[in-house]
């Protein structure tokens, strides 16, 4: 029978470094460290960007960063980010703040990565999301100390923090690929067009409001939402060109007619979000049937000008981050106007081009999706080997 340890039988869990917003800088100063927060952790622990920098005084030396240390985050108004989880591959002359945990595995006692692997489980978030806090999602130190561990020989840890390794490998690659083709599709926009802002081939620039026939600026209210019916898309269901129906949400007939009023989405149509991650975008499918949330607004191009796959990859470049601000009036603004958006000059390039930038769209879209639906089943896999491996049911497995 695998015995259960609790965790700090097991590990260190250590207090992030507390400082107040006086005491911390976003430029490194001397006999300062740097401390990162829970938006560091990613898919991999983010230590050279995002970072502030407090007196190194504050910074105790079992605080700072070592290699194998797991970094989580224990507190957050989302239940989704509590318990989030990366992992140092360095030792790093820095610390993380108060929101946060580090673990510490005692590698006698702990392969560092099942208990990796473990606290990235079905199981232990399934836990974290039952957090205390009605608004704050919090895991108090106390608790997380006497969450039980499994714990089988160290032997036969690594032999399953091996298995789940490998399958996590073949998971990154594949996302990885997908990655890949995105940069793909930058590089033939490019290309075939040149950098927008320097606009290299003399391409006649043109206001947005003159290439599109609709700018149509969301309801500004909140959707009443229902158990089912009709779906409101929101700022979450978009990603750099895709879409992201991890979580729906919906509306009933009447609350779609009524959001619909100023216009109803079409297939071609280009939703934006011009609130919160400004400048993502999507082309509304064929298959689509659904109205705006807030923070969104609904572009349809005309087609006679220019096509909704150059449109979408024009936006997608001159609305990210490092120039976005040409975008945008005034230096604090935290959002896009429809007035801004309407006025934005591109270029403008034969609709002959545009077109064979379409189809290389196409092609390298329907390789995506081949990729994408081969991802899902690597994750499904992983999950159930996670989910195995915990249970006792990875004992066979060679």
């Not at 690659?173 to 490019?190: C, E, G």
């Amino acid at each position: 029978m695998i015995k259960l340890l609790p965790l700090n039988e097991v590990s260190e869990v250590i207090r992030g470094v507390t400082f107040g917003s006086e005491q911390s800088m976003a430029e490194e100063l001397e006999d300062y460290l740097p401390v990162i927060r829970a938006g560091n952790i990613s898919e991999k622990l983010e230590l050279h960007d995002d970072l502030v920098w407090v007196p190194s005084k504050l910074i105790k030396d079992s605080q700072k960063i070592r290699y194998q240390d797991i970094i989580m985050c224990t507190s957050s108004g989302s239940a989704e980010i509590v318990g989030k989880i990366a992992r140092a591959d360095e030792d790093w002359n820095g610390s993380f703040g108060a929101f946060c945990a580090g673990i510490r595995p005692n590698k006698k006692i702990i392969d560092p990565s099942y208990l990796f692997h473990f606290l990235s489980s079905p199981e232990f978030k399934q836990w974290t999301r039952k957090s205390s806090g009605a608004n704050i999602k919090n895991i108090r130190k106390s608790e997380l100390e006497q969450f039980k561990i499994p714990l089988p020989s160290l032997e036969e840890q690594k032999r399953i923090a091996a298995i789940l390794d490998k399958a996590d490998a073949i998971r990154r690659k594949r996302q990885q690929a997908i990655d890949l083709t995105d940069q793909l599709l930058r590089s033939v926009f490019l290309e075939l067009f040149g950098d927008p802002v320097t606009n290299p081939k003399g391409w006649k620039k043109i206001a947005l409001q003159n290439v599109v026939s609709e700018v149509i600026d969301c309801p500004h209210s909140t959707p009443r939402w229902t158990e089912n019916g009709k779906v409101a898309i929101r700022t979450s269901n978009l990603t750099a060109g895709g879409w992201n129906w991890s979580d729906k949400r919906y509306v009933s007939e009447e609350e779609y007619h009524d959001r619909s009023k100023r216009s109803y989405v079409e297939p071609g149509d280009i939703i934006l979000s011009r609130e919160g991650t400004v400048g993502i975008a999507a082309i509304v499918q064929e298959d689509m049937e659904i109205c705006l949330g807030q923070r969104l607004v609904q572009l349809r191009p005309n087609l006679g000008i220019a096509n909704s796959e150059y449109i979408l990859h024009i936006l997608l470049y001159e609305l990210e981050p490092e120039r976005l601000e040409r975008a945008m009036v005034g230096a604090t603004s935290k959002h896009l106007n429809v007035k801004e958006l309407r006025e934005l000059e591109i270029p403008l390039p034969l609709l002959e081009l545009q077109d064979n930038f379409k189809k290389t769209v196409n092609k390298i879209t329907m390789y995506k999706s081949r990729l994408a639906r081969a991802a899902l089943l690597d994750e499904n896999l992983f999950s159930a080997l996670t989910q195995n491996a915990f249970s006792g049911e990875l004992s066979q497995v060679a």
